[in-house]
């Protein structure tokens, strides 16, 4: 899951390659709900051997009410931190995040 840098906007996706996904999230290369909300922080993330049971928990997941979402999220990340730089990136800038308001 995605979100921007207010944390008022989820996107929920699946990718064979987190990574080339973040990038290309992160550069804009795909017009649409991601880059019109600007979602290139990286606050959630699941691992699946088989793409099959990743579509079906990425629909699973997107059918759920914001609440429950933050709740998943905050069992992994809860202060919302930005899971990329820490599994990827060497030197990521800085994105000017604000505190997440409840």
């Known amino acids: 899951m995605l979100t921007n840098q207010y944390r008022n906007v989820l ?4 990718t064979s390659d987190l990574e080339a996904r973040m990038h290309q999230h992160r550069n804009g290369w795909f017009k649409g709900f991601s880059s019109k ?3 290139h922080i990286l606050v959630w993330y699941e691992a699946f ?10 629909k699973q997941i997107k ?4 609440e429950k979402k933050n709740r998943l999220i905050e069992i992994m990340n809860p202060f919302w931190d930005d899971l990329y730089e ?4 060497e030197e990521v800038p ?8 409840e």
Not at 49 to 58: P, W
Not at 63 to 66: A, F, G, K
Not at 94 to 101: A, D
């Open 37 to 39: 909300y600007r979602t």
């Open 94 to 101: 800085q994105l000017g995040l604000r505190p997440r308001s």
């Open 11 to 14: 996107y929920v996706g699946v």
């Open 63 to 66: 059918r759920w009410r914001r």
């Open 86 to 89: 820490s599994l990827y990136a």
């Open 49 to 58: 051997d088989d793409i099959t049971y990743a579509i079906e928990r990425e």
